[in-house]
């Protein structure tokens, strides 16, 4: 059989996927493999054959409703296709994946055609080790936050990130307050925040009765400096939360030795850049507590989740008792504090698990999929990269970044839709929000930021034909 596939993805590692096989079901398999199939191939369908005779096309949609009638009980795919009434005809145009024929119908070969579909900015990628670990929990009974994954994930996230403890929460903003009520941040006390951050990192200081600082962030960096946090501290300081926007570190070197000067805490906000180095080691390791988002658009995703790291055993198990309630674990239903409901459930840490393992292969394609947008946007009038970096950083890749003239944006933002094509303005100055304006301060590096900043879809589904025709809308806004 020959093998179509106009649209080679550009960021696959495994050179496999690209093999037809990845994308054909024999009727002779279980409807389980079927739906392993379609996570691993990342198109989310497979065209199933007898022998080469084409008998129809299953999709993870299809599936998840034949899980909910029954019909995924049948043995083999053949019979679940007839207990859906399946026949070949059951190919939309719009499908991604579509079977070549012969007269006969017989399969000749696939086709791999994204243009119909929305192009989203982010999709979480899962694949059948995810939905094995899901399964495994689910089936368990442990659905709740007790269950042999929370732990796994916890090490295994902390081992990633260069910390010693890892508190599994229920997201990252939860995570970022958790970590300021741990170091006893409270009314009063000062924390400095970036003016261009996503509204979870101010929000958290608000949520303590603490009052926000806005800094403006580093031209170059995009994030918190030395210089931005040394002309936003007072004696009231009690803590700096630096992000790592869009997954660029901020120069937590000399952050971090300036608050262990002054006595201040560092919270770093790492939901952005799991996987960034700054001085050769991963952000997360940096601050007294470091926080990170699980949210589905993210590196690692559990859906919603989110984790703080520590490497101060005091402060973890702070932060454990915090997340619990309040409760010590020595001696049942004793509130020693006013805690929270903030854990994690064993499904999604087992989801969690799995994507973990993966983080590097996500990293990459990441990775990929920018320098792909960079060959195919350099040269159009107006558009500029992220500045580089200094060799103390490592930044990665979450969301590709692009810089364009903010006269011209939301030009762009607007051609995109109707190319079925999804981009995203950068987040706005928090000084321009109004429920920050108490706190409001003039930060004209993340105004300009935030008025020229694109993000590009990045994802599996991002393959050489969407990067074609996300460089064509460029081209023609820009001309
Ligand atoms: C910089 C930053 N901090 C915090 C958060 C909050 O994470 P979550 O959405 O998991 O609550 C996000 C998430 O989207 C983020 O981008």
């Excluded at 982010?122 to 080790?129: E, G, I, Q, V």
Aim: proline residues 7%.
């Amino acid at each position: 059989m020959s093998l179509s596939v106009p649209a080679a993805p550009v960021a696959q590692d495994d050179p496999a996927l690209t093999e037809e096989e990845d994308f054909v079901c024999s009727a002779a398999d279980s409807p389980l493999a079927a739906i392993e199939k379609c996570l691993d191939n990342g198109v989310g369908a497979c065209l199933v054959v007898d022998g080469r005779h084409y008998l129809g096309r299953v999709s993870l949609d299809e599936l998840g409703r034949g899980a909910l009638s029954g019909a995924l009980l049948a043995p083999t795919l053949g019979q679940h296709l007839r207990e859906l009434g399946r026949h070949r005809s059951n190919a939309s145009p719009t499908d991604i994946l579509q079977p070549d024929l012969d007269p006969g119908g017989n399969l000749i070969g696939i086709t791999i055609d994204r243009s119909a579909q929305l192009l989203q900015i982010a999709r979480p990628d899962m694949s059948h080790r995810e939905f094995r670990a899901a399964l495994d929990a689910f089936l368990s009974s442990w659905i709740s936050s007790k269950g042999p994954y929370v732990e796994k994930f916890e090490e295994g996230f902390a081992r990633f990130s260069g910390a010693r403890h890892g508190i599994a929460v229920s997201n990252g903003t939860v995570a970022l307050h958790l970590a300021l009520v741990a170091l006893g941040i409270g009314p009063g006390d000062e924390v400095i925040v970036p003016d261009l951050t996503f509204a979870a990192t101010i929000n958290a200081v608000l949520y303590c009765g603490a009052t926000p600082v806005i800094a403006d962030v580093d031209g170059r960096t995009w994030c918190l400096s030395l210089a931005t946090v040394e002309a936003a501290c007072t004696p009231r300081t009690k803590a700096i939360i630096p992000v790592h926007l869009y997954g660029r570190p901020a120069e937590m070197g000399p952050i971090s030795a300036f608050a262990e000067s002054r006595g201040i805490a560092v919270v770093e906000d790492c939901a952005e850049a799991p996987g960034a180095c700054y001085a050769g080691l991963p952000v997360g390791h940096f601050g007294d507590v470091s926080c990170f988002s699980f949210y589905a658009n993210k590196i690692v995703t559990t859906g919603e989740g989110g984790m703080c790291l520590t490497s101060s055993p005091e402060l973890a198990s702070a932060l454990r008792v915090l997340r619990d309630h309040g409760m010590v674990p020595e001696r049942a239903y004793w509130h020693d504090r006013i805690g929270f409901n903030y854990r994690l459930t064993n499904i999604q840490a087992a989801i969690g698990h799995a994507q973990l393992a993966r983080a590097s292969e996500t990293l990459a394609r990441n990775h990929a999929i920018a320098e792909a947008y960079r060959a195919a946007l350099r040269g159009i009038p107006g558009v500029r990269f992220p500045p580089d970096m200094d060799e103390f950083c490592s930044p990665v890749v979450w969301l590709t970044s692009v810089l364009v003239p903010a006269e011209r944006r939301n030009a762009l933002l607007a051609a995109a839709p109707r190319a079925n094509i999804e981009l995203r303005p950068f987040f706005h100055s928090l000084s321009a929000l109004p429920p920050y304006q108490l706190y409001a301060r003039h930060c004209p590096n993340s105004l300009e930021l935030s008025a020229t900043g694109v993000n590009l879809p990045t994802s599996r589904a991002v393959d050489s034909d969407a990067i074609d025709r996300v460089a064509e809308v460029f081209r023609n806004v820009m001309a």
